[in-house]
C-alpha cells in the first residue's frame, strides 16, 4: 500500500469586524518569523543535525523562558507577550525551515566554485500561521463552524467561523475530517481561507490491464481512448470545451485590439483571459477521469512534453496559453485520488508515425488528397488512408505504455530475441501500435 498526501482547502467566511484581528494576527506572526530568523542563523551549528521535533525545541529553550528555564535570547517573551505557545511554535517551523533552506543553498554556491550571485537570507518572509488543533483551531463536530484564536485589542481570544458548505461537502466526500492535519492560513481573493492537508491511502494494481490513453491536442482538447494489454481499443472520445475557447479568443482578440491602440497593461483583461484558460484545463482533466472510472482503467496515459524550447511563428500564442505542465499536475492528483496509476511515455513520433504500422503520416498543407480539407487536424497515411492525428496519437501513446510493461520484467537476452523479430521494438520513437500486436503475437508463440 502507497501512501499519497492530498490537500484541500476551506473557505472561512469572515465578518467585517474580525478581518481586522485577523490581520493583526497575521502581521504579529509575520513579525515574530522575523525576529527569530537572525537568532537561527547564529545558532544554526548547535542544532542543525538534530531531528525536526528537536529542532524546534532546541530553539524554544533558546527564545522563550519558563519557571525552570532562562531563555539566551529574552527579547522575545518581551516582544511577544502572551503568544500562545503552539502558534509561537508553528513560527519556530517557519524559521527553521528559512534558515535550513538559505544554508543548504550557500554550502551549494561554495561547493559549485560561487559561481552567480551569492545566496542572500531574506528577515521578511510573507509566511501565514498555523493553527494547531486545540489550543489554536476548535472545529464543532458537524464541521459547519469553527473557531480560531486571533490577536485582537493585544489580547487573544477565539472567534468564530462558518465553513464554506460546498468545500466542507467536497472534503467529506473524500476524506476524513478527523484526520485532517493543523489548518494553515492563507489569502483567498479578498478574504481568508483554511487550507487542510491531509494523508490518503490508496492500493494501486501491480499491473494495468486497462488503460486510458490521453491525446492533449492544440486543436481539441484532449482525444482520450480505452485500451487494454492485447490493443483492443473499446472506447474513445473527443474533449473540446469550445464555449470556453470562444469566450478565450475573445478576450485575446479584444486584447491585441486595446495594444494596437496604445494601452500596453490590461491586467484584468489578462486576469479574465487566464481564468478562462484555467477553466478549460480544469474541465478536461475532470472529464478525462470522469471517463477513465467509467471504463475501469487502471491507468492514465499521457506524453512527456518539453517545452523548454521558445517557440516561434503563428503558433507561438497558442503554445503560449496551452497549460500543458497544469493539466498534467492535476490529472496525476485526480487519478491518485481516485485510485488510478498516472504514468507518461515517450512523446517522440507519436503523431508522426501511423498506427496501423505503414509509416509517416503527412498532415496539414502536405496532405495529397485534393478533396480533404488541408487542416493540421487531419493527417494522411501512406496508404491514403485519412485519419484524426489526435486520435492517431493516443492509440500510439496507450500502445507505448504495454510495450514498456510487457519488456520490463524480460531478460536481456529475450529482449534481443524479440528485437530481431520485431524490429520497431528497439526504439521507444519508433513504436506504434502496431509493434504491441507483433509483441503480442511473439510473446504468444514464444
Known amino acids: 500500500m502507497k501512501k499519497y498526501t492530498s490537500t484541500a482547502s476551506c473557505r472561512v467566511?469572515?465578518?467585517n469586524e474580525w478581518t481586522q484581528a485577523v490581520q493583526d494576527t497575521i502581521q504579529y506572526y509575520q513579525h515574530a518569523v522575523s525576529w527569530l530568523i537572525p537568532v537561527a542563523q547564529a545558532e544554526y551549528g548547535s542544532f542543525s543535525m538534530l531531528g525536526a521535533n528537536a529542532k524546534m525545541t532546541h530553539m524554544e529553550k533558546l527564545v522563550h523562558s519558563t519557571s525552570k528555564r532562562k531563555a539566551k535570547y529574552k527579547g522575545f517573551d518581551k516582544k511577544f507577550y502572551k503568544m500562545p505557545s503552539y502558534l509561537r511554535r508553528s513560527a519556530l517551523v517557519a524559521t527553521i525551515g528559512i534558515v535550513s533552506s538559505f544554508m543548504s543553498n550557500l554550502e551549494n554556491w561554495k561547493k559549485n566554485g560561487m559561481k552567480g550571485r551569492k545566496p542572500k537570507l531574506r528577515?521578511?518572509?510573507?509566511?501565514m500561521p498555523c493553527f494547531y488543533k486545540g489550543n489554536m483551531f476548535k472545529a464543532d463536530e458537524a464541521g459547519n463552524t469553527c473557531q480560531i484564536k486571533l490577536r485582537s485589542n493585544g489580547d487573544w481570544a477565539f472567534f468564530s467561523f462558518r465553513l464554506k458548505k460546498t468545500d466542507m461537502e467536497?472534503?467529506?466526500?473524500?476524506?476524513d475530517l478527523e484526520d485532517a492535519s493543523a489548518p494553515t492560513l492563507e489569502r483567498a481573493g479578498r478574504g481568508y481561507a483554511l487550507r487542510f492537508a491531509f494523508e490518503k491511502k490508496y492500493v494501486l494494481e501491480e499491473e494495468v490491464h486497462r488503460i486510458c490513453a490521453v491525446d492533449l491536442g492544440m486543436n481539441s482538447d484532449a482525444v482520450l481512448l480505452v485500451m487494454d494489454a492485447e490493443g483492443t481499443v473499446s472506447a474513445r472520445k473527443f474533449i473540446s470545451c469550445a464555449e470556453e475557447k470562444d469566450r478565450l479568443h475573445a478576450l485575446l482578440d479584444r486584447i491585441g485590439k486595446q495594444q494596437a491602440s496604445g494601452n500596453r497593461k490590461n491586467k484584468k483583461l489578462w486576469a479574465f483571459a487566464q481564468h478562462m484558460n484555467e477553466e478549460i484545463c480544469r474541465k478536461t482533466v475532470i472529464e478525462t477521469v470522469r471517463f477513465a472510472r467509467e471504463h475501469g482503467c487502471g491507468c492514465i496515459v499521457m506524453e512527456h512534453l518539453d517545452f523548454s524550447k521558445k517557440r516561434k511563428g503563428s503558433r507561438k500564442q497558442k503554445f503560449h496559453h496551452w497549460r500543458h505542465r497544469f493539466i498534467v499536475q492535476k490529472m496525476e492528483y485526480k487519478a491518485h485520488l481516485n485510485s488510478m496509476r498516472f504514468s507518461t511515455v515517450n512523446a517522440w513520433n507519436t503523431s508522426r508515425l501511423a498506427f496501423d504500422g505503414s509509416g509517416?503520416?503527412?498532415?496539414?498543407?502536405?496532405i495529397r488528397n485534393k478533396k480533404i480539407p488541408k487542416v493540421y487536424g487531419l493527417c494522411e497515411f501512406t496508404n491514403g488512408k485519412i485519419y484524426?492525428?489526435?486520435l492517431n496519437a493516443s492509440y500510439n501513446i496507450g500502445a507505448r505504455y504495454f510495450i514498456r510493461q510487457k519488456t520490463e520484467k524480460l531478460s536481456d537476452s529475450e529482449k534481443i530475441t524479440i528485437?530481431?523479430?520485431?524490429?520497431?521494438?528497439?526504439t521507444r520513437a519508433s513504436q506504434t501500435l502496431d509493434t504491441l500486436?507483433?509483441?503480442n503475437a511473439v510473446l504468444q508463440y514464444a
Open 13 to 15: 467566511r469572515l465578518s
Open 419 to 426: 528485437g530481431a523479430k520485431v524490429p520497431q521494438m528497439k
Open 170 to 175: 467536497y472534503i467529506r466526500r473524500h476524506y
Open 123 to 127: 528577515i521578511h518572509h510573507s509566511k
Open 360 to 366: 509517416k503520416v503527412v498532415r496539414g498543407k502536405e
Open 437 to 439: 500486436r507483433q509483441l
Open 388 to 390: 484524426n492525428c489526435d
